[in-house]
């Protein structure tokens, strides 16, 4: 980027936070103080992308930073106090004001013994990297840039102020940012940089699986996350994070058009991404889809069979993957549902390899539908995204294959309501029709019909009632007469 552009977005975006940033700074520049924006506000007002979450930096202890903020901010919280910050609200906009900080490291946590600093350029020098080692003097609008962030920008690479050694050293976690951030901005990171990665991989083993997930989540949903997994995987940071990754170089694509699964899967991973918006042209990044198009072939390396004749086999690798999947996400203490959502596709998406030229009958494609469940939009992308062949007929014809499947979905989908396949009989009316109390058999006739449904679609009451008296016969129920 060239400094003359960035300086002229900073002025833009300064001008339109103006009101609030101007107000604040009078406040303290009356109080004896001075306030700068700072780190990655100043960063993203440079690429002309500034947010209503605005960071600054200042002299002012937290106490006395709660009462110059106390009669004209909307709302103010002191939730991260302790870390020398103190939160606040006004006119729509996040503020948070952090005292100047010289903190150290005990190198064993990543806890640091917070102490308070007296200067800026003392507190630019132990932040993460040099484009968010930048400030702005509110009062004088002066731009303070002692690590040449700027230049960094321009050259849109990712250094660090300190050595880069000595800052992961302090803090394992900011490698995997620097993964996200090569992600999420598109930036490079310096060669020493990467080196220190390399050599230090194992230290973000200090680092809790929260905060490694949400580092990581950040990552897969940034605008180029092959590019941040392959920084993680080329460092070896992804051997302690994400192994399973790393570890499908190990297997090779039964197609032999890649150089490795692991290569195949960050294209189908590119692929999901450009469907992500298919059909849903406002919806931001999809961390479940990214997840599984990045995870789907990960039961390869331990299905692995060399077939007679030179061939490579990998059967039921995605029952195996979605066993992997489930486990793995689970440590990084995701949520529940993106454990399900995740794993539930990654099992799902070589169902479809099933359909050939369209041989499945009604019953398979409500079957394929009904285990999908509200997970179908996401597999339809997760499928066509698999498609990795260079061979343009044989893509072709897999997503003319999968074209005919979506129609024959929306087909029946007209006559029955697929999304909410249910038994033509309930609870209520099963318990009334055997004359049995709740419990464990009325589920076992539930799933009956409810198969009977997929099988051959609605059935009229009384044929689904003989159906369930046939039933009922065979287990040795006498419904009353």
Known sequence: MNPLTAKRNAVA???RVSPVADELAKRFEQAGHRLYLVGGSVRDALLGRLSGDLDFTTDARPDRVQRILTGWADAVWDTGIAFGTVGAAKNGMTLEITTFRADTYDRVTRNPEVSFGDTIEGDLHRRDFTVNAMAIELSTKTFVDPHDGMGALARRELDTPAPPQESFADDPLRMLRAARFVSQLGFEPAPRVVSAMTEMAGEITRITAERVQAELSKLITGAQPRHGIELMVDSGLADHVLPEVPGMRLAIDEHHQHKDVYQHSLKVLEQAIELETRHEPTSGPDLVLRLAALLHDIGKPATRKFEPGGGVSFHHHEVVGAKMARKRLRALRYSKDVVQDVSQLVFLHLRFHGYGKGEWTDSAVRRYVTDAGDLLPRLHKLVRAD????????????????????????????????????????????MRLLGIPPGPLVGKAWKHLKDLRLDRGPLEYDEAVAELRKWAAEQGIEPPS
């Open 387 to 430: 498609c990795t062949t260079r061979n343009k007929r044989k893509a072709a014809a897999l997503q003319r294959s999968y074209d005919d499947l979506e129609e024959r979905i929306a087909r029946i989908a007209a006559e029955e309501d697929l999304a909410k396949v249910r038994p033509d009989l309930d609870g209520n009316e099963i």
């Open 13 to 15: 975006e300064l001008m």
